[in-house]
């Protein structure tokens, strides 16, 4: 780098600023408008700063978040005399310090009155015990700098000595926003030692007058912003921060409030003297600044920490480049808005590369008031974040350097004064050397101290891989330091427990079954069926399959009602080897069709009973064909599956249209059915079995088979009958009728058993809700409910069912879903593959011992979302990705934050929206539809179909589409109401909006 570049480099960003306005002055030969001296009028205009802390202000008078504290303690004999002196002096050099606020004709305006007495009360605390001073003065600092201001009555300024010893007083200065900024802050602390200094020998104030008032400057401002240059500054900053998206919204402890409130925090850190070399020495080989080398550093953060590009952050500059108002006490500072889109940038280089960019183009235009830019891009404010941005980011130079005062040694103090005016700040102070410290100024409402902590770890993990590796993507470049990424991979997964004893299911049920032959197995209606009957006719039955061909691996259909004989069934086909694929008999026969071609079952066990009408393969019915099975051998079938062969095959909805066969192992279901027993079975077990286990979940969706495992234990399954299940009151009626100790539910259907009284008398040990999100109201009321364990469980049908659970009462404050079951791994993973941090959504993937084989007769579709494992060592090992938003709370357990594609759930079932989208096209009336789940009422939840009609369709019928979609899909699918529209809403990229 030439000489001057450096020279350059090393500027800081105003005096860059400065630089380039005077080349501008140079290059177009004009300097800007002079700033008028003086005039005499009676009020002024606000400038454009002061207009916006005006309307904060009567927007929230009481708020203190536009103070500005300034602290010094003094060591040494002080003459209070001499500080009322200069203080007195300050205040009639600087007008701004007199300053009233009014309006006239509704707009503000400020009055300086021409005298001006400034209190200076002396708080006595030297009959304290020494001990407690400090703190005392602390507290006082903090309540000083809490004290809002009346700017109508005035003054906007107030200062209070504090007398801690003999030789120790701090002198407490408190300015609101609206006369000052921090560059004034060091004005006032430079003629205050220099009025101090003065005042001690009698001496007249040694400091020359000023050239201009700041209400000069106010006046100039908005005559100067009213004319061209506003305009042209405009131009630029329009283009500039075109399309960009409203909110950055960052991974956050607690949801933003409707308003927000300025309550905030401080946390500080120290860069490693290594780091802040090599950022040094990376930008200089950049041609950028330490501002800008550290701003790319800090977008690059905040684009993996919200998990998007296009980075939007403030940053304050003093806005005094003119250098008659270089000594003026006031509201100068400005702040530009820093906008860099970071994708696919090649590696920091780069966004080094982009961020000088950024920095050279902001600072080029750095006069336009932010509150222009707020009126001009964010007109109608929403109130619960700040506008255009979210986030800031500072780079100061060494601060204040020592105050000197005769016979006093004094120090600036630091107040915590507890607002934040945006959710997150990056302070990074120059101290000089390679110290280089950083603060972050962070809204409590928003964050808790333990994610800043963790925030800071972070930031630094990944500059130091950025320095490094100054070429690799960004995305690529680890930022977990060492022992969170232990926790999140490796601890939180040491789920490791032995395998099952068994090799199937059918063989752990006959085990079972020799166990307690007399035991009842399942009752359903009036029917029973005991371990040894249910032992008995299963083998009956797989003789019979065996007959048919039914071996490892087969797929056989499964056709049955809600009664006794889906036992038989499901145990039956597994005796024989086979995997069963349940179908639903209250489908369309065109769905249950597809289920049986698609899996390509061969046989069919069913019942003659059921309705049902060409379904064109060999069936076996329980019922009709009863006495030739009773006529078959009960001695079991030699064991020909192995604990890699399916168990089952559960259909599940298709975004494109087209539903998919889930297979899953026997090994997976055993392993399923250990982790339940471990954790929900074995302490009720304790006061004596068997368990009375409901069967509420049809056979078509997995939550039946986590049921079924209660087989394996000698337990009872209660099996619900289909009417009961649809209405609260009689399901609760049942489930005290028939004194059941463990009920399966969806928590939409759990809701509304509470509501009718479940918890009112006596109510099961065991409540196992699963299937979709719980909300904070139902989850208060399970942990409360003093007789009852619930069990959150969560997973996907290609994890078999379960992949992770939460005691309710082990997690009583919100709800999670808790933590890996046994031999499961649980991983939360960045849109780059990578693990992503405590308290950062990421895609939950899956892995061990629940991962299912696949999908029936779709390869890529497996592959697509079954994938290789980067966590363990196994080659062969996957992972379902699940599709579900979540994150690690810092306690460890997993918070389900919703889907990252356009699954849904409806009261429990899980829809692809793609699927009755699909079948709402294929009716020739329809040109374009889409779906959407919506809530108008709370609790009321339902499908509603968007959808543009074909152009020979005049008037869309209601009833026509209804029929359209029965045909192939099952009644929950089907939309209960129906739009028509124009034209979709759509993307910047022509796809539909959904969302919208
Ligand atoms: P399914 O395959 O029908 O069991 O649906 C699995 C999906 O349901 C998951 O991917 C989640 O989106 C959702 N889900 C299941 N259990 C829960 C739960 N306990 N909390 C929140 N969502 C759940
Ligand atoms: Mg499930």
Known sequence: MTDLAKRIADLSPEQRALLTQRLREKRDGVRPAAIAPREDRETWPLSFAQQRLWFLQQWDPESAAYTIPAAIRLVGSLDAAAVRAALADIVRRHGVLRMRLGTVRGEPVQTVVPEQDLALPVVDLRDRPPAERRAEAERLAQEEARRPFDLKQGPPVRATLLALAEDEHV????????????????????????????????????????????????????????????????????????????????????????????????????????????????????????????????????????????????????????????????????????????????????????????????????????????????????????????????YQGAPLGGLSLPGVRAEVLETETATAKVDLLLMLVDEGGDRLRGVWEYNTDLFDRDRMARLTQLFLTLVRGLVAEPERPLGEVPWLPTDERRRVVEEWNRTAAPPSPHRTMAEAFAAQAARTPDAPAIAAGAGTLTYGELERRANQLAHALRKKGVGPGTLVGLRVDRSVELAVGVVGIWKAGGAYVPIDPAYPAERQRFVLEDSQASVLVTLERLEGEGIEVDALCLDRDRPSLEAETATPLPVTAGPDDPAYVIYTSGSTGRPKGVAIRHRSALNLADALAREIYAPLEAQGAPLRVSLNAPLAFDASVQQLTALLRGHTLQVVPHEVRLDARGLLAWVRERQVDVLDCVPSQLSQLVAAGLFDGPAPAALIPGGEAIDDALWGVLAAAPATESYNVYGPTECTVDATLARVKAWPAAPTIGRPLANVRAYVVDRFGGPSPIGVPGELHLGGAGVGIGYVGRPELTAEVFVPDPFGDDAAARLYRTGDVVRWRSDGALEFLGRADAQVKLRGFRIELGEIEAGLTAHPGVGEAVVALREDTPGDTRLVGYLVPAEDWATPNVTELRQHLLATLPEYMVPSMFVTLADLPRMPNGKVDRRA
């Not at 909110?247 to 409707?258: F, I, S």
């Open 171 to 394: 002198v407490l200065f408190t300015l609101h926003h609206i006369v000052a900024d921090g560059w004034s802050v060091g004005v006032l602390l430079r003629e205050f030692a220099a009025g101090y200094a003065a005042a001690l020998t009698g001496q007249p104030s040694p400091l020359p007058p000023l050239p201009l008032q700041y209400a000069d400057y106010a006046a100039w401002q908005r005559a100067w912003l009213a004319g061209e240059e506003g305009e042209r500054q405009l131009g630029y900053w329009r283009e500039r921060l075109a399309g960009v998206p409203p909110v950055l919204e960052l991974p956050a402890d607690r949801a933003r409030p409707a308003v927000m409130s300025y309550a905030g925090a401080h946390e500080s850190f120290v860069v490693p003297a290594e780091l802040v070399r090599g950022m040094r020495a990376l930008g200089e080989a950049e041609g950028a600044t330490p501002f800008m080398t550290w701003l790319a550093a800090f977008q690059a953060l905040l684009a993996r920490y919200a998990g998007r590009d296009d980075v939007v952050v403030g940053t304050p500059v003093a806005n005094r480049s003119r250098s008659e108002i270089e000594g003026l006490i006031g509201l100068f500072v400005n702040t530009l808005v820093l906008r860099t889109d970071l994708a696919d940038a090649a590696g920091f280089r780069d966004a080094i590369g982009r961020a000088r960019e950024t920095a050279v183009g902001a600072f080029a235009h750095p006069d336009l008031p932010f509150e222009m830019l707020v009126d001009e891009l964010a007109p109608g404010r929403d109130l619960s974040h700040p506008p255009l941005f979210q986030v800031m980011f500072d």
